[in-house]
C-alpha cells in the first residue's frame, strides 16, 4: 500500500521536492504520514465530541439537560449519531450535476483538515514549519467557498442554490476583514510562520498581541464566526426560511462530510485565534514556576475558550438579518481593519514598547 | 528548504483520501433504494415549479468584483508587512500613499451605493 503510493502517486512530487535517495525519501514521507495521523485523529474526534459539547452546553444554557441517554451521561452520543450517518442513503437527486454533488463535500472537508498541517502546537511540534504559514492559512481557508458553491450549483434545488449565493457573497466579504486582520498580524509579529508569531508574543500577559491589536483581534474572531457560517451570522443556512441552505440535498454520510468541515473550520478559527493573538502556548503567568511554562495545555485552554464562546454566540443571539450582516462586514470591519493597520505600523516603525521594541 | 513543504502535499492528499474514504463508506453502507420522488429536488412537498438556476441578484455579482479587489489589496500588504522593519519610511510613506488611494476607491463605493443592501 505504501509503496504504491510512493511510487506511483509521490515520487514525482517528492523527486523534484526532495532531492535524496528513494530510501531516505521514503521513511522522510512514512514520517510525515505517522505525524499526519497522530494531528488529524484528535482532530477528528475533536469534531466528534464538540458536537456533544454544542448540545450539552446549548442545553444547559437552555436549562434543559442535552444528549444524556447514550452512555455515561451522553458521552457515546457522538458515535452514535456518527454510525447512524453511515449507515443512512445518500440521496443523489435526479436533476443534479452527479460529479460535481459528488465532489462538493469533499472539496470543503479538504481544505478545513489540511489547513492543521502549519499549526504549531508548542516550540517545536509542527508539521510544516513552513515560513509561508499564515499565506497558506489564507489561501485554504479560502478554498472552503468552492465546496459551498459548487454544492448548491450541483443541488439543483432552489433552496441549495439560495443558501450557497448567501453563503458565498458572505464568506467572501468577510474573508477582506479577516485578511486585513491578519495583514495586522503580519505588521506586528514581521513573520509569517505562525512559530515565529507566538514567539514575537513572548514577555507576559501583556506582550501578547490581543493588546495592541484589539480592534484586529475582535474583527478577526467574528469573521471568523461568519466565515464558518454559524450563528449568529447562519443565513445560508437559516432552517426558518430556507431549510438547511445549501446543503439540503445531502444525506448520510455526505451531509456529515459538511458537517465536519463546518466543526474543523471551528476549530481551526479557535486554534488561530489562539495562537495569532493570545500567545498559543505561552503561559498566562509567565515568570511564575510550574504556571508560568509555556505548553501545549495552554494552547489547548484558549482554543476551547475561543469554541465556547462559538456555541455560547449561538445560544445567545438571534439570527442578523441579511442586510445587516452585509453592512457590519463592509461598513464597519472594513473601515475599522484599515485604520487600524495604519496605527500598528506606526506603532511598528516608532518602536513603541513593549511590544515593538 | 523546499522540502519543509512536502508533508503539506501528503496532508492534502490524505485529507482529500478521507473524505473520498468516508463518502465511498456511506455509499457502501447505506441502503440504495431511489424513487422518483425522493430524487426530485426538495420544495417542501410540492413539485418544484420552475428550474432551480434561476436568475439572482446582481449584487451577489458587484459583490464578487468588490472581493477581487480587496483580496488583491491584502496581496500586496502581505510582503510589504513581513518587510515593514528592513524597509525604513521611504517604504512606510509608499504604502501609506497607496491604502489613501485604496480608501478614497472605498468612499467612492460607498457613497455610489454600491454597499446597500436594502
Known amino acids: 500500500m505504501f509503496e504504491f503510493i510512493r511510487n506511483n502517486l509521490l515520487s514525482p512530487f517528492v523527486g523534484s521536492l526532495f532531492p535524496a535517495s528513494i530510501e531516505v525519501q521514503a521513511l522522510y514521507t512514512l514520517d510525515a504520514l505517522i505525524k499526519i495521523i497522530v494531528i488529524l485523529i484528535p482532530v477528528l474526534l475533536g469534531v466528534a465530541y464538540l458536537t456533544y459539547a454544542e448540545r450539552k452546553i446549548i442545553g444547559y444554557i437552555q436549562v434543559r439537560i442535552g444528549p444524556n441517554r447514550v452512555g455515561p451521561l451522553g458521552l457515546l452520543q457522538p458515535i452514535a449519531d456518527a454510525l447512524k450517518l453511515t449507515f443512512k442513503e445518500i440521496i443523489i437527486p435526479s436533476g443534479a450535476n452527479k460529479k460535481l454533488f459528488i465532489i462538493a463535500p469533499i472539496l470543503s472537508l479538504a481544505p478545513s483538515l489540511a489547513a492543521w498541517a502549519v499549526i504549531p502546537f508548542n516550540d517545536v511540534a509542527v508539521l510544516a514549519d513552513i515560513n509561508a504559514g499564515l499565506l497558506y492559512i489564507l489561501a485554504l481557508t479560502s478554498l472552503a467557498v468552492y465546496g459551498i458553491i459548487i454544492a448548491g450549483w450541483a443541488s439543483n434545488s432552489k433552496y441549495a442554490f439560495i443558501g450557497s449565493m448567501r453563503a458565498v457573497a458572505q464568506i467572501i466579504a468577510y474573508e477582506i476583514a479577516m485578511g486585513f486582520a491578519l495583514v495586522g498580524v503580519l505588521i506586528a509579529a514581521g513573520s509569517l510562520n505562525l512559530g515565529d508569531i507566538v514567539r514575537a508574543q513572548d514577555g507576559s500577559l501583556l506582550h501578547w498581541f490581543w493588546l495592541p491589536l484589539w480592534p484586529l483581534f475582535i474583527v478577526f474572531f467574528l469573521a471568523g464566526v461568519a466565515e464558518t457560517n454559524r450563528a449568529p451570522f447562519d443565513v445560508s443556512e437559516g432552517e426558518s426560511e430556507i431549510v438547511a441552505g445549501f446543503h439540503v440535498e445531502y444525506g448520510g454520510m455526505a451531509f456529515s462530510i459538511f458537517f465536519m468541515a463546518e466543526y474543523a473550520n471551528m476549530m481551526l478559527i479557535s486554534i488561530l485565534t489562539a495562537i495569532m493573538f493570545c500567545g498559543g502556548w505561552l503561559s498566562p503567568f509567565q515568570g511564575v514556576p510550574f504556571l508560568g511554562e509555556p505548553s501545549i495545555i495552554w494552547l489547548l485552554m484558549k482554543t476551547s475558550f475561543f469554541l465556547f464562546l462559538f456555541l455560547w454566540f449561538r445560544a445567545t443571539f438571534p439570527r442578523y438579518r441579511y442586510d445587516q450582516i452585509m453592512r457590519l462586514g463592509w461598513k464597519v470591519f472594513i473601515p475599522i481593519t484599515i485604520v487600524w493597520l495604519v496605527v500598528v505600523s506606526v506603532l511598528v516603525v516608532a518602536q513603541i514598547p513593549p511590544w515593538f521594541d | ?118
Not at chain 2, 513543504?5 to 492534502?12: D, E, K, M, S, T
Not at chain 2, 522593519?85 to 451605493?113: D, H, P, T
Open chain 2, 1 to 118: 528548504m523546499l522540502a519543509n513543504y512536502l508533508p503539506i502535499l501528503i496532508f492534502l492528499f490524505v485529507s482529500l483520501g478521507l473524505g473520498c474514504m468516508l463518502f465511498v463508506i456511506g455509499y457502501f453502507l447505506g441502503p440504495n433504494r431511489p424513487d422518483s420522488e425522493k430524487e426530485s429536488p426538495y420544495e417542501c412537498g410540492f413539485a418544484a415549479f420552475e428550474d432551480a438556476r434561476m436568475q439572482f441578484d446582481v449584487r451577489y455579482y458587484l459583490v464578487a468584483i468588490l472581493f477581487i479587489i480587496f483580496d488583491l489589496e491584502i496581496a500586496f500588504l502581505f510582503p510589504w508587512a513581513v518587510a515593514l522593519e528592513s524597509i525604513g519610511m521611504a517604504g512606510f510613506w509608499a504604502m501609506m500613499i497607496f491604502l489613501g488611494v485604496l480608501v478614497v476607491g472605498f468612499i467612492y463605493e460607498w457613497r455610489r451605493g454600491a454597499l446597500e443592501w436594502e
